[in-house]
């Protein structure tokens, strides 16, 4: 019966001196994400983090783990196995009914012996318990190429672990390990991906959402809410900040050119969300654009939008195509939210023909005919924090 559940990490050994910090990171999230199911302990093990239950987990159980630890990062496999003593046929006993309901008819046994001590190696390990199973499994065959069961038997320094059921993890580092960055979410397909991608890396998110309440609908905002709590399954609580900017749209809209309003809202949402990650300590700001895609991305006016910000920009997509990017969003569980019809804080007074072509300097003489910093202060002045996560109850 399973009563273990092993995480292997993903790049996390090859962290070197930062290695300690990596694995406490991934502890710390598997601890948290494993609470609400009682009776583990967390433990490092030579490289992977071990999470050992009281006493053999049900179907139910196991299921879930995988739910809980699905959408944790820094993990390349989540293996369940169980625990037993370091003796072969104890081995083979737990192998063979590890194996007996998975009803599977090709197998492959992958043996490691971590505690050198251990009387028999890997190979005789691997050979013998593939000939029991193939005895006491009618049926069962050997597959090395493409087994439809991979046995693992690790031989570790306190007890064996026996597996028969493993699940792809999320990959990339354990969340909050790379420190943290601002993540533009607008409500659309793209953004959320965008931050998803940053995310993956260890990046802890703080979300900033410009909208144009009361000039239209408060609905990008119930749908960011939403968007960045289900970001929040993979990242845990992370704020989310709400920035009004109706009002500073229409003084812009009063004052500037209009074929180049859309990137001069554009560049006062980057000195905002500039002001926030320093509030916050975050040291980039992530956007969901790619070459090409609309109007204000191409590559002069992301270049002539770019020059007000102090602090890198990324922009995780933009070599993407738009399938690309779709797919990701219904796999990361974002997607269905983002196709809900919203007005576009951006649409509202949106020019017939927008500048494909500006220049930074073009933008700077239209940012000279208003108060950008006034408009900043403003902007921030009512502003509104709220805890991302929380959003999941208050929605439902
Ligand atoms: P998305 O699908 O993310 O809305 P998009 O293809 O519609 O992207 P734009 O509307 O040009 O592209 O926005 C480009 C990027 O600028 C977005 O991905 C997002 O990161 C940021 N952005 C745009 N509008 C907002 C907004 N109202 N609030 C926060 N960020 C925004
Ligand atoms: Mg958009």
Redesign the pocket.
């Known amino acids: 019966m399973v009563d273990t559940v092993i995480l292997h990490t993903n790049e996390i050994c090859l962290k070197g001196r930062n290695r300690a910090m990596f694995e406490r990171a991934l502890m710390e999230d598997a601890r948290s994400r494993l609470s609400s199911l009682g009776g583990f302990t967390v433990r490092r093990d030579q490289g992977n983090v071990v999470a050992s239950h009281l006493g053999p987990l049900t179907e139910a159980q196991v299921a879930a783990c995988k739910q809980a630890l699905g959408t944790a990062f820094g993990i390349s496999w989540i293996v369940f196995a169980e625990r037993c003593a370091k003796d072969l046929d104890a081995i083979k006993t737990a192998a063979t009914e590890a194996m007996r309901p998975k009803g599977a008819t090709t197998f492959k046994v992958f043996a490691t012996r971590r505690d050198k001590t251990f009387p028999v190696d890997s190979q005789e390990i691997a050979r013998e318990l593939g000939a029991h199973l193939l005895d006491a499994l009618p049926g069962l065959k050997v597959d090395v190429h493409e087994p439809q069961v991979r046995v693992a038997v690790e031989i570790a320094k306190e007890c064996a672990f026996v597996s028969a059921d493993r699940e792809p993890g999320a990959g990339g580092l354990p969340a909050g390990s790379s420190g943290a960055i601002v993540?533009?979410?607008?409500?659309?397909?793209?953004?959320?991906?965008?931050?998803w991608k940053v995310m993956r890396r260890g990046c802890s998110p703080i979300f900033?959402?410009?909208?144009?309440y009361p000039y239209v609908g408060r609905e990008?905002i119930d749908k960011?809410r939403r968007l960045a709590a289900r970001l929040g399954a993979y990242a845990g609580k992370s704020p989310l900040y709400l920035?009004p900017?109706g009002d500073s749209q229409k003084e812009i809209t009063v004052k500037a050119d209009e074929t180049v309003r859309?990137l001069l809202?554009?560049r006062l949402?980057l000195r905002i969300?500039e002001r926030i990650a320093r509030t916050e300590r975050a040291k980039a700001i992530?956007?969901?654009?790619?070459v090409g895609?609309?109007a204000?991305?191409t590559l002069e006016n992301i270049a002539a939008v770019s020059t007000v910000a102090g602090m890198p920009i990324f922009r995780p997509?933009i070599g993407d195509d738009k399938e690309d990017?779709v797919r990701a969003a219904k796999r990361i569980g974002t997607y269905a939210t983002?196709i809900e019809p919203h007005d576009?804080?951006?649409t509202l007074f949106v020019p017939q023909r927008p500048a494909t072509r500006a220049d930074a300097a073009r933008l700077d003489r239209e940012e000279a005919k208003y108060d950008v910093a006034a408009l900043v202060e403003d902007a921030l002045a009512r502003t509104e924090r709220v805890a991302a996560g929380e959003a999941v109850a208050w929605y439902a």
């Open positions: 993540a533009m979410l607008s409500g659309g397909i793209d953004s959320p991906v965008a931050a900033v959402h410009f909208h144009s990008s960011v920035v900017i859309v809202y554009r949402m969300a992530v956007t969901g654009e790619s895609q609309v204000s991305q997509l990017i983002s576009d804080c951006c």
